[in-house]
């Protein structure tokens, strides 16, 4: 009979929730492989809804390829809430149809995977751009254009990166 370890590193090895050596696994009536296959299940289905997710927010994208654009670019900013400091923009393009795990709005993600997915957009990304708008302009124009000021540089900035 195999250890409630090996059965772990199986279980691991299913990536599917109408995989049929579930069946087999089910029948072990220990406590730990009972509890090691609802976690397995329940990560599996977390990757099937996140699958979703990722795909309900392509469904734009994809519309504009079919469309016939040739590079669809990202952009969102940070630091229109604070008083003072700059308004800091950012422009992405990612290739087609690309899925980065648990990408969302900055305010969404758990602080804990902020690292890991912006390594991961700068490893996939085919052109970055950045727009700094300090506030001694915020201050003369208003933070709404300033916002856009700053969304034009990072535009401009990934001008030329994608081919």
Do not use: F
Request: aromatic share 4%; net charge negative.
């Amino acid at each position: 009979m195999a250890t409630v370890k090996e059965i772990k590193e199986a279980l691991a090895e299913i990536d599917s929730l109408d995989d049929a050596r579930w069946k087999v696994y089910e029948e072990d009536s220990r406590a730990g492989v009972q509890k090691a296959i609802i976690q397995r299940k329940k990560a599996i289905q977390a990757d099937i809804d996140e699958n979703l997710r990722l795909e309900k927010m392509l469904r734009y994208e994809k519309e504009l390829y079919q469309a016939g654009y040739e590079a669809i670019g990202g952009i969102d900013e940070v630091g229109r809430g604070p008083l003072a400091g700059p308004v800091v923009t950012a422009c992405v393009i990612l290739p087609k149809n690309c899925k980065i795990k648990h990408l969302n709005d900055s305010k969404k993600i758990p602080k804990k995977h902020h690292e890991e997915i912006y390594e991961e957009v700068l490893a996939r990304a085919l052109g970055v751009g950045i727009g700094v708008i300090d506030n001694t302009v915020i201050d003369d124009i208003n933070i709404y254009e300033a916002t856009k000021v700053g969304m034009l540089q990072a535009i401009d900035q990934i001008k030329g990166q994608v081919t």
